[in-house]
């Protein structure tokens, strides 16, 4: 939720994991030229509507920057603050879909402005007028997102709590239910959430800060056990705050409670924490868990929800071994199938903050500033 949606600043800080682009990730290209006639932008091949408030936050605040950087002098090297943009953005995975998509794509486009004006400055600041949770993904790892105090935002920016090296054995698994867009938009549906929701209030206030810290002392000392089990609770308690609004707000499906249900049985079977789920604003679950627990729990979340067509397509990223299950397992933990809900397994660890490409073949815009 935010107190001011303006300059998108949090009611709380939070804290999240960045992926890794090898697989998830969004490429943007940025150039300007005196012989553009107007900005354009074009997000997965499709040109969209370039003034969009948001993205023109980002673009305001990258050119106030570069000129604060110039000083008020006009560097005859420096590129003319004055020519008109194009940038072409692409995800390599579902967009609205409750899979970060803003974030990385509002991180990308920040960086690459970043680099077409010469700015380097603190950028998470710049990132967060996109995107709130934007701000994070300008870093790898464990990032934090400070609230913030001052009420011109200025302070509301993010911080690398351990990079992505900190944790090695740590692996993420998105079982993707729906790419389909959400009916309710994280953004509408927050405010609705800030407005309404008294349970919401009490999480900011008293739960989230003392949660904060404890998660980042897990994160420090690679707890798995207290990891696996806070995010849990918190994504749990996320989802009431969703109920507690008014008219209540359904993130979560029947396939999303399958799958919550799921992990609770394979932990009760193996007597601790093995796998820990969180769900975003969107069905589809994300799963933390060790290395050498994720060839297993595959295995159980494909006999689960065995694949429709796409098995050979069913798991993506990062590879994943082959595994016998024991009978007992099965029979504790993969009680009713449903075939096909899951259409696939995405695998990745965490992941460096942004970076820049060098292989020309890879740009989105041609020498004429087009797709």
């Not at 967009?95 to 794509?105: I, Q, V």
């Not at 709130?132 to 302070?155: I, K, L, N």
């Not at 297993?296 to 994943?320: H, K, Y």
Request: glycine share 8%; proline share 6%; hydrophobic share 40%.
């Amino acid at each position: 939720g935010k107190r001011d949606t303006d300059l998108i600043l949090p009611i709380n800080s939070s804290l999240s994991v960045t992926l890794h682009q090898d697989q998830l990730k969004t490429t943007t290209t940025a150039a300007a030229s005196r012989d553009f006639t107007e900005d354009r932008l074009w997000l997965n091949g499709k040109e969209v509507d370039v003034g969009h408030p948001r993205v023109q936050a980002c673009l305001r605040e990258v050119r106030r920057l570069a000129r604060k950087r110039r000083g008020g002098s006009e560097d005859t090297a420096a590129l003319s603050l004055s020519y008109k943009i194009h940038i072409a953005s692409e995800n390599n995975f579902p967009t609205a879909a409750g899979l970060a998509s803003s974030a990385a794509g509002y991180a990308c486009l920040v960086s690459a402005l970043a680099r077409l004006y010469g700015v380097e400055e603190e950028l998470s600041e710049v990132a967060r007028r996109g995107s709130g949770s934007a701000c994070r993904s300008m870093f790898g790892g464990f990032v934090q997102w400070q609230r913030g105090e001052r009420p011109d935002g200025t302070d509301s920016l993010a911080l690398q709590v351990a990079p992505e090296t900190h944790w090695p054995e740590l692996r993420v698994l998105v079982l993707v239910v729906s790419g389909e867009k959400k009916p309710v938009g994280s953004t509408a549906g927050m405010q609705t959430s800030v407005e309404t929701s008294p349970l919401l209030k009490h999480r900011a206030e008293v739960v989230v800060p003392e949660r904060l810290a404890q998660m980042m002392q897990h994160i420090r000392e690679r707890d798995f056990e207290g990891f696996g089990q806070l995010a849990m609770r918190d994504s749990n308690q996320f989802h009431a705050t969703c109920l507690d609004t008014f008219p209540p707000i359904f993130y979560l499906t029947d396939l999303s409670r399958h799958i919550i249900a799921l992990a609770h049985r394979y932990n009760a079977h193996h007597g601790h924490t093995k796998v820990a789920y969180t769900f975003d604003a969107g069905p589809n679950a994300v799963i933390f868990a060790l290395a050498d627990t994720v060839d297993e729990f595959v295995e159980v979340v494909r006999r689960s929800f065995p694949p429709a067509t796409n098995g050979d397509q069913f798991i993506r990223g990062l590879p994943v071994g082959s595994a016998a299950l024991s009978q007992e397992l099965v029979a504790a933990v993969v009680t009713e199938p449903v075939p096909g809900a899951v259409q696939y397994i995405l695998h990745t660890k965490p992941g460096p903050g942004p970076q820049l490409v060098d292989d020309p073949s890879q740009h989105l815009l041609g020498a004429d500033g087009l797709p």
